[in-house]
């Protein structure tokens, strides 16, 4: 079982940049592949980047693509988001969760589990 707590979200104006990070509890973490996923009101919960276990091998959904970089560092147990050329449309709870099976590209919620309370980020126009 792996406990992840999302930090790291806030109010930032369009163009500016943030740091998400989650922290996990477990000692299993570094054998998972985790995701990025954020909801916005009245929308489903939609994927944002995933990494393999290793950190070697990452995967971005087309919307945030070449302006998101996830990363992780199983010694510390966390993994980060780095948000850059933020959007209003990237206003969303944004949380972690562990991706147990699937391939590094699996985008569906439903493949991932012990997800963490989430952190609001809010992108100003």
């Known amino acids: 079982q792996v406990h992840l707590v999302e930090s790291g979200g806030g109010l930032v104006q369009a163009g500016g940049s943030l740091r998400l990070s989650c922290a996990a509890s477990?000692?299993?973490?570094?054998?998972?592949?985790m995701g990025w996923f954020r909801q916005a009101p009245g929308k489903d919960r939609e994927f944002v980047a995933g990494?393999?276990?290793?950190?070697?091998?990452?995967y971005y959904a087309d919307s945030v693509k070449g302006r998101f970089t996830i990363s992780r560092d199983n010694a510390k147990n966390t993994v980060s988001l780095q948000m850059g050329s933020l959007k209003p449309e990237d206003t969303a709870v944004y949380y972690c969760?562990?991706?147990?099976?699937?391939?590094?590209?699996?985008?569906?919620?439903?493949?991932?589990?012990?997800w963490g309370q989430g952190t609001q980020v809010t992108v100003s126009s």
């Open positions: 969760a562990t991706n147990l099976m699937g391939p590094l590209t699996t985008t569906s919620p439903g493949q991932y589990r012990n």
């Open positions: 477990g000692r299993t973490f570094s054998s998972y592949t």
């Open positions: 990494i393999s276990w290793s950190g070697g091998r990452t």
